[in-house]
């Protein structure tokens, strides 16, 4: 059968409720969702071409429309029935296709995201980098939404994001927060970034750093005195910096050391491990940005980060064996299967 309006919605909703993170809806095939890492087909809803299209008719604005046909390609946000989903929407085979991530009705709170929690011991800075980094799914957007929340309950700020699209909603609080959608408020992130700093704010939150322009306005607006909370695809702490440094041609690599040492705050990397039961929890690795730690990117020294992590529990900072390693003290983890999952967006 197809899928048709009253199918699609109790697909949605059955989804937020129940805990899905993932769903896949493609003409001629069965829709499909993921739970705690796992893909189901739904087989007895196959869409035809015209569930397609009216499902795209709800999601999107004339000017959404204009930039799919132009780009082939679109990313925004959908709120159903006090439920919030990240779509986005893509040709496979020259046919469109959703995948479609629901967002958690509420921001969570610091104290249920376990070791992604660490992030709170950041909760202070004012001015410097801190970035957030992980596999695609991993629960970035959740940390760095929780971080902001917080700040948010607890100081006078102007928090200024940039987003592509906007996920969370943050409510009022003590704190000002400006959400600037991509392609809606801004063009490119390295722009939004140089814009953002004559708009004062306190807290800049880059929602992704995808190329060495925006890496450049990002080092310049923490060095410029702001607090910038950035996001990026990174496995683990070394890989972070190594991955900010490669960016840029060989003589001015010792430049960017020598910037990125002076601003950062520190980094955390973070991964989803399955629990007993099928639930996933994320096991972080995390780095401060001491003395230490930024000699040893100055001097290229990067392999002997893992040292100082090793050696800085007291500091608040791990590696991500150690955070496994404590997981897997706590007996949570589903026996036989792999300790490290990453989930798919």
């Known amino acids: 059968m197809g899928l048709g309006k009253i199918d699609f919605e109790r697909i949605v909703m059955c989804a937020a409720e129940v805990g899905i993170s993932d769903i896949h809806i493609a003409e001629g095939e069965p829709v499909y969702w993921r739970r705690c890492g796992c893909l189901s087909p739904l087989r007895e809803f196959i869409p035809t071409a015209e569930d397609i299209f009216k499902i795209f008719q709800r999601f999107v604005t004339e000017a959404d429309m204009e930039k799919f046909i132009a780009e082939k390609a679109l990313n925004i946000a959908w709120e159903f029935n006090h439920f919030r989903y990240r779509i986005h929407v893509y040709y496979k085979r020259a046919k469109v296709a959703f995948a479609m991530r629901v967002l958690p009705r509420k921001i969570p709170q610091m104290e249920s995201l376990g070791q992604a929690g660490k ?12 970035l957030v980094t992980g596999a695609t799914g991993s629960g970035k957007t959740t940390t760095v939404a929780a971080l902001l929340e ?16 906007i996920e969370f909603i943050y409510d009022k609080g003590c704190s000002l927060i400006s959400q600037l959608e991509y392609g809606q408020d801004f063009l490119t992130y390295a722009e939004g970034v140089e814009h953002a700093m004559r708009e004062s704010p306190d807290v800049i939150m880059v929602s992704e750093m995808r190329d060495s322009q925006t890496v450049e306005a990002v ?3 923490a060095a410029s005195g702001h607090f910038v909370i950035a996001t990026m695809h990174a496995g683990s702490v070394i890989e972070a910096v190594e991955r900010i440094i490669s960016m840029y ?6 430049m960017v050391k020598s910037l990125l040492a002076s601003v950062l705050v520190g980094i955390q990397t973070q991964q989803l491990v399955t629990r007993r039961g099928g639930n996933r929890v994320c096991a972080v690795e995390t780095i401060k940005g001491t003395n230490a ?11 002997q980060l893992v040292n100082i992590m090793q050696a800085g529990r007291h500091e608040g900072m791990q590696t991500m064996e150690m955070g496994l390693e404590s997981i897997k003290e706590r007996e949570i983890l589903r026996p036989h299967t792999p300790a490290i999952y990453c989930a798919c967006e």
Do not use: M, W
């Open 119 to 130: 992030i709170e011991q950041y909760a202070g800075c004012r001015s410097g980098l801190l």
């Open 150 to 165: 917080r700040l948010n309950e607890t100081d006078t700020l102007h928090i200024l994001t940039l987003e592509d699209p």
């Open 219 to 221: 080092l310049n607006a």
């Open 249 to 254: 041609p060989s003589e001015k690599q010792n």
């Open 293 to 303: 730690v930024k000699n040893l990117i100055r001097s290229g020294k990067f392999e």
